[in-house]
Structures are given as structure tokens and as C-alpha cells.
């Protein structure tokens, strides 16, 4: 059974860097594509990028270029750092695996989400 | 970026009654060399993560109750409950994945009424 397990700082002070780690097990992170995802309290779904084992990385340009997403094949992880964070990053955060090798496809696993608040 | 937008924001259904909600993207999400309208659906449930329920527009996810359907190509689709269930409260939205930036409607609230 795939399992993605979100982990990382609940609070993150103003202009900061929110690092997060999704830990897969179940399967190799080397076989998808993987997706960060965030939903602010009561809110819709915001997609902030993706990474592939190809090396193939691309994120939203609403976030510009304060996203960085990255493999650890050695430890099964995929991870995101956001850089000068502001209240406006206050959401959950998803990790999500896309179903197939590509992109181009939809997310078919999902972590439980961690909440992350930006607050000083 | 393609803009999606579901219709209505909520709605309310009685047990064992149809359910149906709309997804209009703002631009074509059918892809032609592949065939394939590359639209999701995914139920949400208070304090879970999204649950993929169709993709490709018409394709159920393993383990989805027929009961859940998609239907619809190019710009406008639709996820129909037919025959209302309990648990099927719920927020639904719908996914386009043809372009980057990855976009989801707004999502719609369905009741038990």
C-alpha cells in the first residue's frame, strides 16, 4: 500500500524558508512524478510544483521563483522549500503522486497534510 | 493558466436522488495525440486529503463505487452521483493536468438535504 507522509515545522516566522518532507513508502519515488499541493484553512487547492526522477521540475509561476522541490532517492523523499514566507503561505500542505511516469497525469496518492502557519 | 470553474458552490440532495456538478475549463483539455480529456475529479472529506474519483474525465478510479460517473470533453464536463449515498458528503473539485500551472475549480459543497 503506497503511503506518503507529510513532515515539518507547524509554524514558520515572516520571510523565512518553509521546508517540508513527504517520506514514501510502499514505493520508489523513482517511478512517478510527485506534487506539492496546498489548500489555505477552508479553502480551494493550489498546485506548487512538481518533480520527476528525470530531473524534470517546473512550479507554479504564481509562486515565482521561491519554490524549490527535490528528490532523495537514498531516503524515499521528495521535499519543498518556499523562501520569504508571509501569512499568504498559511495553508496545508500535500504531498500527491502523480498516477503515471509523467506529469501529465493525475494525483492518485495523497499525504494526510501538515498545516504549516506563518506567524511570527 | 487554465481556469476552472464548477457550477453550483454547493448544493443540497436528498438521499438516493442524483447529484450533479459541472466543471467548465477556460480553455480545451483534450489532448489529441493521446485522445484523452486530462480532467479529474476528487471528493474531499472534512480533515482528509482529496480523493481521486475519475480521471481521464470518464475513468473511475479503482475501488470507486459505480454509482460515480464523468462525462463531458473539451472545455465543459460533469460528475454525476446517481443514486445519493450518506457518505457522499462531501467537497467535490474537479483537476485539469494538460498544462502547468496543475489548476482545480473552486469546488462544490454537496449536502444531504
Known amino acids: 500500500q503506497v503511503q506518503l507522509q507529510e513532515s515539518g515545522p507547524g509554524l514558520v516566522k515572516p520571510s523565512e524558508t518553509l521546508s517540508l518532507t513527504c517520506t514514501v513508502s510502499?514505493?520508489?519515488?523513482?517511478?512517478?512524478?510527485w506534487s506539492w499541493i496546498r489548500q489555505p484553512p477552508g479553502k480551494g487547492l493550489e498546485w506548487i510544483g512538481y518533480?520527476?526522477?528525470?530531473?524534470?521540475?517546473n512550479s507554479n509561476p504564481s509562486l515565482k521563483s521561491r519554490v524549490t522541490i527535490s528528490l532523495d532517492t537514498s531516503k524515499n523523499q521528495v521535499s519543498l522549500k518556499l523562501t520569504s514566507v508571509t501569512a499568504a503561505d498559511t495553508a496545508f500542505y500535500y504531498c500527491?503522486?502523480?498516477?503515471?511516469?509523467?506529469?501529465?497525469?493525475?494525483?492518485?496518492?495523497w499525504g494526510q497534510g501538515t498545516l504549516v502557519t506563518v506567524s511570527s | 493558466d487554465i481556469v476552472m470553474t464548477q457550477s453550483p458552490d454547493s448544493l443540497a440532495v436528498s438521499l438516493g436522488e442524483r447529484a450533479t456538478i459541472n466543471c467548465k475549463s477556460s480553455q480545451s483539455v483534450f489532448y489529441s495525440p493521446n485522445n484523452k480529456n486530462h480532467l479529474g475529479w476528487y471528493q474531499q472529506k472534512p480533515g482528509q486529503p482529496p480523493k481521486l474519483l475519475i480521471y481521464?474525465?470518464?475513468t473511475r478510479e479503482s475501488g470507486v463505487p459505480d454509482r460515480f460517473s464523468g462525462s463531458g470533453s473539451g472545455t465543459d464536463f460533469t460528475l454525476t452521483i446517481s443514486s445519493l449515498q450518506a457518505e457522499d458528503a462531501a467537497v467535490y473539485f474537479c483537476?485539469?493536468?494538460?498544462?502547468?500551472?496543475?489548476?482545480f475549480g473552486q469546488g462544490t459543497k454537496l449536502e444531504i438535504k
Open positions: 510502499g514505493a520508489s519515488i523513482s517511478s512517478k512524478c
Open positions: 518533480v520527476c526522477y528525470s530531473g524534470n521540475t
Open positions: 483537476q485539469q493536468y494538460l498544462s502547468t500551472p496543475h489548476t
Open positions: 500527491a503522486r502523480h498516477a503515471d511516469a509523467s506529469f501529465w497525469s493525475p494525483f492518485d496518492y
Open positions: 481521464w474525465a470518464s
